[in-house]
């Protein structure tokens, strides 16, 4: 059995952690930051760019950046009208009335999006680790209704819940 991180998947930054002996060490990124911008950019080019590089072009490429996309998680199409008028993307009503993010033609889910960020978090980890990792305890707020797609938290005191995303078991 290999190390399990612990990821923090913030609206704005997120944070990987692991423990090392009986403290908790936080995760450096390539940045050489303790946080990572929880955004991503896609290029004209098709290239995919998450944290610190996808903030960047924030300003010369706003249509194709998403960030707080945790705003938009476990909500309805027409409850995040708020929200949608807030970022420069493009934000549409997808399938059972969910908002899904628009990048040239291509839908992706609120959960997706997230995903790509547990990516790389979880490939930070295994640069710092030397190792794969292949479970994580992942924070999220108690009030969400909808995490990760396609499992509904139905059971008010359901105390663990694991699925799996891009290779990575969630505790």
Not at 40 to 59: C, H, L, M, N, Y
Not at 72 to 98: A, C, H, I
Request: proline letters at 5%; aromatic letters at 8%.
């Amino acid at each position: 059995m290999g190390k399990i991180i612990g990821i923090d998947l913030g609206t704005t930054n997120s944070c990987v952690a692991v423990m090392e002996g009986n403290q908790p060490t936080v995760i450096i990124n390539n940045e050489g930051q303790r946080t990572t911008p929880s955004v991503v950019a896609f290029t004209d080019g098709g290239e995919r760019k998450i944290g610190s590089p996808a903030k960047r072009q924030a300003i010369t490429n706003p249509n194709n950046t998403v960030f707080s996309i945790k705003r938009f998680m476990g909500e309805t199409f027409d409850q995040v009208n708020t929200e949608v008028s807030r970022v420069p993307y493009k934000v549409v009503r997808g399938e059972n009335n969910t908002p899904r993010v628009d990048i040239n033609g291509k839908l992706y889910t609120p959960q997706e999006i997230s995903a790509m960020i547990l990516q790389k978090m979880k490939k930070t980890a295994e640069e710092y680790l030397r190792q794969e990792v292949t479970e994580a305890v992942i924070t999220g707020p108690a009030y969400f209704s909808l995490l990760f797609y396609p499992l509904h938290c139905h059971q008010k005191n359901q105390n663990q819940i694991i699925l799996k995303i891009y290779d990575i078991y969630i505790f």
